[in-house]
T-cell receptor, first 111, second 112 residues
Framework: QKEVEQNSGPLSVPEGAIASLNCTYSDRGSQSFFWYRQYSGKSPELIMFIYSNGDKEDGRFTAQLNKASQYVSLLIRDSQPSDSATYLCAVNMDSNYQLIWGAGTKLIIKP | SAVISQKPSRDICQRGTSLTIQCQVDSQVTMMFWYRQQPGQSLTLIATANQGSEATYESGFVIDKFPISRPNLTFSTLTVSNMSPEDSSIYLC?????????FGPGTRLTVT
């Protein structure tokens, strides 16, 4: 059974702090990893993807991948109230373009 | 990324009726996906729709209940047939990029 697991939260973080979101996956052969942000009542929006071990930075967002430990994380620096959303982790576990989705972590940034 | 539109954006339907949801993309794409997302839950894949072939359905979803058409590389429809209140959900289409997916705005369906 191919699975992606996330803590459903809510994760509450003060404004200006670093928010850390984590995701683990079951298939060691997975190659592509994605973070989506979903605001309430809206569709998911791709914010980061990572293919290689290590860190990938894009503005205030950093994705971290550790294939040996089978986890991927998303760090949000200088968190803003507008970052409050549900963050979905998705993993491509084979070559048929399907994504396996985590349940999502609800992030709340407190002013 | 592609621009994706869906129609209708929302609808309220009576049980036993059917609703067809349209998904239009502004560029040609090979793979399109249809998802369902129930309140507070993650995404559940209904089927993968490739142009020129029948849709591939996930476990728990059948063609008689969710017929899909994919007449060309920019358009697809999903029909929710013989609806019951349990079909109340948000239905999303997405298109594949390299390995990522991009989503339409969704269709919010309420069945009474």
């Amino acid at each position: 059974q191919k699975e992606v697991e996330q803590n459903s939260g809510p994760l509450s973080v003060p404004e200006g702090a670093i928010a850390s979101l984590n995701c683990t996956y079951s298939d060691r052969g997975s190659q592509s990893f994605f973070w989506y942000r979903q605001y309430s009542g809206k569709s998911p929006e791709l914010i980061m993807f990572i293919y290689s071990n290590g860190d990938k930075e894009d503005g205030r967002f950093t994705a971290q991948l550790n294939k040996a430990s089978q986890y991927v994380s998303l760090l949000i620096r200088d968190s803003q109230p507008s970052d409050s959303a549900t963050y979905l982790c998705a993993v491509n576990m084979d070559s048929n373009y399907q994504l396996i989705w985590g349940a999502g972590t609800k992030l709340i940034i407190k002013p | 990324s592609a621009v994706i539109s869906q129609k209708p954006s929302r609808d309220i339907c009576q049980r036993g009726t059917s609703l067809t949801i349209q998904c239009q993309v502004d560029s040609q794409v090979t793979m399109m996906f249809w998802y369902r997302q129930q309140p507070g839950q993650s995404l559940t894949l209904i089927a993968t729709a490739n142009q020129g072939s029948e849709a591939t359905y996930e476990s728990g979803f059948v063609i008689d209940k969710f017929p899909i058409s994919r007449p060309n590389l920019t358009f697809s429809t999903l029909t929710v047939s013989n609806m019951s209140p349990e079909d109340s959900s948000i239905y999303l289409c997405s298109v594949a990029g390299t390995y990522e997916q991009y989503f339409g705005p969704g269709t919010r369906l309420t069945v009474t």
